[in-house]
């Protein structure tokens, strides 16, 4: 079966990558557009190659998207500068039943994308969408609006990194095919580095991203996994990002001009390529609430624009603005589950002996968890659950105001999910580390490294249910997907269980 991992590891040993990496230097769109073909690419028709999706649901609106690209892996279309694109909205699959529609300018300045805020639509109802232009029809898309008043259950899933080099999107034809609300992504989109060989295996370079054409193709390329399209075009996304998105562990407020450049391009590329509702493609506002009927508050953080560097006495990941609007809506809090959508670890990750894993995530500003989870210790706020990405190994943890003191309270658990692709450690590192972490990191309840996936959570007013949903092999785009296992929250009461029917599956710790 095709393998692009595989095959690119093996061209990389021969040296031969040049021929097979799309996004290498100095291949044309056309040998850059066979090199993916190879690799298992491929787009839908032209010119609406990148498929459409829909995002950021509110209970009268949602944000339409598509992107104009006969050539997808090039910079420039071969397009006009500015491009009529017609929008429908309707309530059935054959679009007969229109509710909406209208027309919008894709303009070549932000890649002929298109977003459209559509409005005036009813709450909690499932709608298809559209798109026209130059004479020809997107595929149909489905979306949801965001309910309104009491809401007996919600489900939804949350993805996160999806190095396209590390393998296919089975877990993205897994999303598609889930029967949800709404997928959240908690970031690292894309990657934007040259290796190719895995995370952790550095036995290639090839070039990073730099400039808006780079961060151009490689969003391009990555649409170019089916999955990846048939996911967005099932659901509606809440996104967030993290490091990838622009380069590895990053911070937003710090760097020269050629960073600023570089941030800027990449910035508007993630805005061109997904169904952002924002003003700006340049700053996009990431940090909002959302509200899912009266059971459940989406808080979506952005750990990357406003953070200072790591390791300062007063450093912040948060950033003052965003800082005060998350004490202030922990402060103002209704009753509802509070689901906070968190790119990387807030949870201590403690190594034995002194010191912490990685400082990149919220170990690396310690003073601010401090004063983020003391308020939420003190304001009484209940219900936390905490979502997160970027560790490419699934945890679950007790959330406390001091991780170090175990007569503090619990006040939340977080859920870090499994990546779609990117690689974790090795087994061997894993097994080796998981009772490691476990010993030194009381509020560590699980942790399982050796498998892909994503999240799926069940919400009702009385339950809160993690399914960790995994593929058996990311080299295959088919691959199955199974439930690993099932932990859960009740409502009033903070920890989680683990469902004794999956408790005996494979983990490399587990809290007795
Ligand atoms: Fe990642």
Request: one cysteine or more.
């Amino acid at each position: 079966m095709l393998n692009r991992r595989d095959l690119l590891r093996a061209a990389a040993a021969a040296g031969a990558l040049g021929t097979v990496w799309p996004l290498s230097a100095g291949l044309s769109p056309a040998q850059a557009h066979a090199a993916a073909l190879d690799l298992g690419a491929s787009w839908d028709a032209a010119p609406f190659t990148l498929g459409v999706g829909s995002g950021d649901p509110l209970p009268d609106s949602v944000v339409l998207w598509t992107r104009l690209a006969p050539e997808p892996l090039a910079f420039e279309q071969p397009l006009p500068e500015i491009v009529e694109v017609e929008w429908t909205v309707a309530l059935d699959r054959t679009m007969r039943s229109r509710v909406a529609s209208g027309t919008i300018a894709a303009s070549n300045l932000l890649g002929h994308s298109v977003h459209v805020p559509v409005h005036g639509l009813r709450a909690g109802r499932t709608y298809y969408y559209q798109f026209s232009a130059l004479g020809k029809r997107s595929r149909v898309g489905r979306t949801r609006t965001a309910p309104v008043g009491p809401v007996s259950k919600v489900r939804f899933a949350t993805a996160n990194c999806q190095a396209f080099h590390d393998g296919f999107y089975a877990a993205h034809r897994g999303i598609a095919q889930e029967n949800l609300d709404f997928v959240v992504h908690l970031g690292d989109y894309i990657y934007e580095h040259g290796q190719v060989g895995g995370a952790h295996v550095r036995d290639h370079e090839g070039p990073a991203a730099l400039s808006l054409a780079d961060y151009r193709r490689r969003h391009a390329l990555y649409k170019g996994d089916p999955s990846l399209r048939d996911a967005h075009a099932a659901h509606p996304f809440y996104l967030t990002w993290d490091d990838h998105e622009v380069v590895n562990d990053y911070s937003g407020t710090e760097g020269a001009a050629p960073f600023v450049k570089r941030r800027a391009a990449a910035y508007q590329a993630w805005y061109e390529h997904l169904p952002i509702r924002s003003g700006s493609a340049l700053e996009p506002r990431i940090h909002r609430r959302r509200e899912w009927g009266s059971l459940l508050d989406l808080t979506v953080l952005d750990l990357r624009q406003h953070r200072s560097a790591q390791n300062l006495a007063n450093g912040t990941i948060l950033g003052a603005e965003q800082k005060k609007w998350l004490l202030d809506g922990i402060s103002g809090a209704r009753e509802a589950w509070q689901v906070w959508i968190n790119s990387i670890m807030l949870s201590q990750l403690a190594r034995p002996g002194g010191g912490y894993y990685f400082t990149d995530q919220w170990d690396g500003y310690l003073s601010e968890r401090r004063e983020v989870l003391g308020h939420v210790a003190t304001t009484g706020l209940e219900d936390l659950v905490v979502l997160t990405g970027d560790w490419h190994s699934a945890f679950v943890d007790d959330i406390r105001p001091d991780f170090d003191d175990l007569s503090s309270p619990v006040i939340g658990t977080e859920f870090t999910a499994h990546s779609i692709t990117s690689s974790a450690y090795s087994p061997e590192w894993n097994a080796a580390n998981g009772p490691v972490m476990g010993a030194a990191n009381p509020h560590l309840k699980y942790f399982e490294g050796n498998r892909y996936g994503y999240d799926v959570y069940e919400v009702t007013p009385r339950r809160f249910t993690t399914h960790m949903r995994v593929i058996g092999d990311r080299r295959d785009a088919a691959s199955p997907v199974t439930t690993l296992t099932t932990f859960h929250v009740d409502r009033g009461k903070a920890g989680s269980f683990e469902d004794p029917a999956t408790a005996g599956s494979p983990a490399q710790y587990r809290r007795p």
